[in-house]
């Protein structure tokens, strides 16, 4: 047993950002925080189910607006920018 606890590891890119799942993110949660310009923040990417707690808890620290985006894991150049 070590004394101290081990920083988990930085999870890959397709797996859900909840620690220990160990499931594939396939959601990725955004809020955007009323007042102060509307920030929008991504909350991390999850697993369906964890995306859906994250979200709740993130909405009731921040009171804003959630959005659940699909992640997709190697959409690095197969991005479908919204342009506005
Ligand atoms: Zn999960």
């Given at each position: 047993m070590t004394p101290w606890?081990?920083?988990p590891p930085p999870p890959s890119l397709?797996?859900?950002a909840w620690l220990g799942c160990g499931h594939v993110a396939q959601v990725e949660?955004?809020?955007t925080v009323p007042g102060s310009s509307r920030r929008?923040?991504?909350v991390g990417r999850f697993c369906?189910?964890?995306a859906v707690i994250r979200?709740?808890?993130a909405q009731t620290r921040h009171h804003g607006q959630l959005w659940y985006c699909?992640?997709?894991?190697?959409?690095?150049h197969?991005?479908?920018a919204a342009s506005n």
């Amino acid at each position: 047993m070590t004394p101290w606890i081990a920083m988990p590891p930085p999870p890959s890119l397709n797996e859900c950002a909840w620690l220990g799942c160990g499931h594939v993110a396939q959601v990725e949660v955004f809020i955007t925080v009323p007042g102060s310009s509307r920030r929008v923040g991504s909350v991390g990417r999850f697993c369906v189910g964890h995306a859906v707690i994250r979200g709740i808890q993130a909405q009731t620290r921040h009171h804003g607006q959630l959005w659940y985006c699909p992640a997709r894991p190697q959409a690095r150049h197969h991005i479908q920018a919204a342009s506005n």
